[in-house]
DNA sequence: TTGTAAGCGTTATCAT
DNA sequence: ATGATAACGCTTACAA
């Protein structure tokens, strides 16, 4: 690897003169600037950025900590934060929550965000400083040099069930997400505050317990039907469970929106490919990413103090698993 | 930050034997041993990576560049190669390749896998070296130190054409993507190559020019029903073209697959969901990762020469849209 | 305009 | 067993 040592030498220079000449510093000739940067660029010269970052405390770089590869929900939220990140003249690493201490510890990054409900609250909150301000994206976490940017599943939840009995509907189901998980309880507390205020009981016998998974969305859908306890509408957790209650309302030839209906919550890509197309909420991901993002960089750069983000709005996509 | 210096004060030591204590040798007395690790752990210190990777030459970080986070159809290399990484006691960072100069460039990381067209091949090939060996999983590229890691897509297609033609197909069109591209040109020889060996002309109308968007695949088929040129079956460069091109077919009602086959290539998620579900061509994508990442641990830490590696073979999965 | 030298936080060598 | 000290490659005051 060749070194600003290397670049002093043969052009018969300081390794200052090489490192002012390379920084578009005022102090060195326009003549052997020219020099430096030619013999720089023909030796294949670049400077390493860690030991430059051990001395200059800025590094221009932000980390994404993810590792859920196995959900491309998640894909368009990490595009959102790159586009940001790119735009500012920043890098982004993503690494995993293994690997996550090893940045957070040492002045390699700038900032962070977190996607990943692997990490601790505990590691985040010991690793947020002056210096590595966080933004979260999967939980709310209060402290200082820490922001949230969550949906707000809450009022999504909401704005669903009170179209939902405007139409008419009464009866509903609700197939749950990962029992203490923020979502699930957000969006259950959503449904049933929207029904009770309404006059409308939630009882709960019809309360499936589901994990987010396709699979246990369409063991709930099978028990409704063993049970014969078919609502007018059932409300997943997520789009995955939907799909699963889907299958197996098709599986017993129940049909779908006539006989009940099935929203989602999520709008993943599937939803509007499945037959029928599925009625769900879209966050909208790209721009979760990108507010998030923002937000980092507020402080970074503007060095903003006390923002409060915003919660991210969701909206209903009205398709076909509902009436 | 705390730094080592501070641990030693605080200690009473020299910042010599906090880092011999810390990195568990041998000189330093047990007791000794035993306080400057309480005292390290309580003033929260964590050795700054940068300083130390200056000094010792390893890092244990490999990198992925990769940026192409609409199309999913990655996430699963991406995680097979994740899980490769940690099994290894390596870390994983994934960066664009807006930086990945950055990283390729400055001893930061030990290796590097390449996924993503927006890297140059020069690029790739000026920033090789013995100390980064570089597996590419997107391109075939020679030179010291380079391993390509892809799938065989022509056997692939050999394999499926000989199939289908088994099955009493002649009549085959075919929707390419972007031209000049390496899985383009692959899939399209082995198609074109083996109908030839079997005695069947493939003619250059029944060619058509995609860009492997689902768009593109539904311009094709609309071209087909309009120029009256349906085929028995079309197989298209990738799986989202043959949405595309069912989504056209199903338009003008023309039945999938009784008045015509379609056959799509990788396998993405949705060809599952479908109706009716897609035949297309499997690739092992959590293993090709998984494969990619191994390559580059048997010279990073078995240093292991002259390894060649196996091409991924991907396999037929026949559903709903073919006979 | 150019060069010298200190220092960033480590590890490693060599005295003590 | 412990501690000075040089070195890693760079930036940056400061001196020349």
Known sequence: MVSIKDVAKKANVSISS????????????????????????????????????????????????????????????????????????????????????????????????VLDKNVSDELILSAVSDELPIVVLDRELEGKNIYSVVVDNYRAMRDLVNELIVKGYTRFSYVSGVEHTQDNIERYEGMKDTLNEKGIEFISKNYYHGDFTEKSGYQSAKLMIISKNIPEVVICANDNMAIGVIKAFKESDIRIPEDVSVIGFDDIELANYLEPHLTTISTPKYEWGMYAATILFRILVEHEESIIPNKIQANIRWRQTSR
Do not use: W
């Open 18 to 113: 090489v490192s002012n000449a390379l920084n578009g510093r005022a102090n060195v000739s326009e003549e052997t600037r020219k020099r430096i940067v030619e013999i720089a660029k023909e030796m294949n010269y670049y400077p390493n950025t860690m030991a430059r970052n051990l001395k200059v405390k800025r590094t221009k770089t932000v980390a994404l900590c993810f590792s859920e590869f196995d959900r491309n929900f998640y894909f368009q939220i990490i595009k959102g934060i790159n586009d940001c990140v790119v735009h500012n003249g920043y890098d982004l690493i993503i690494c995993a929550h293994h690997s996550i201490e090893k940045f957070l510890r040492n002045g390699f990054i700038d900032g962070a965000m």
